[in-house]
């Protein structure tokens, strides 16, 4: 239905940062929230972020204060810059528009000890 691809992982140290970023159909994007998951090995997929076509934002407890969300709707873009890095953090991140179905190919943060 629409087209997503997600940069910007990587290996970093704990305490490190990374910025991700979601590019998508510009139409579809500016009607739309639009939600960062991550996915870790045997984990189900969890939401973990998400901003409104208002910019209203909405964070999972254990990223608050570590992770912002942000949309730029002139680039179509969603950025999830990441602070403080902890391994438990490490997952497969992925970005949705949440009023459609389809996925991008995710980005892969990996957070050393």
């Known amino acids: 239905q629409v087209q997503l691809v997600e940069s910007g992982g990587g290996l970093v140290q704990a305490g490190g940062s990374l910025r991700l970023s979601c590019a998508a159909s510009?139409?579809?994007?500016?009607?739309?929230?639009v939600g960062w998951y991550r996915q870790a090995p045997g984990e189900q997929r969890e939401l973990v972020a998400a901003?409104?076509?208002?910019?209203?934002?909405n964070y999972l407890d254990s990223v608050k204060g570590r992770f912002t969300i942000s949309r730029d709707n002139a680039k179509s873009t969603v950025y999830l810059q990441m602070n403080s890095l902890k391994p438990e953090d490490t997952a497969v991140y992925y970005c949705?528009?949440?009023?459609?179905?389809?996925w991008g190919q995710g980005t892969q943060v990996t957070v050393s000890s």
């Open positions: 901003v409104t076509t208002g910019g209203y934002t």
């Open positions: 510009r139409t579809l994007f500016s009607i739309s929230a």
């Open positions: 949705k528009l949440l009023a459609f179905r389809s």
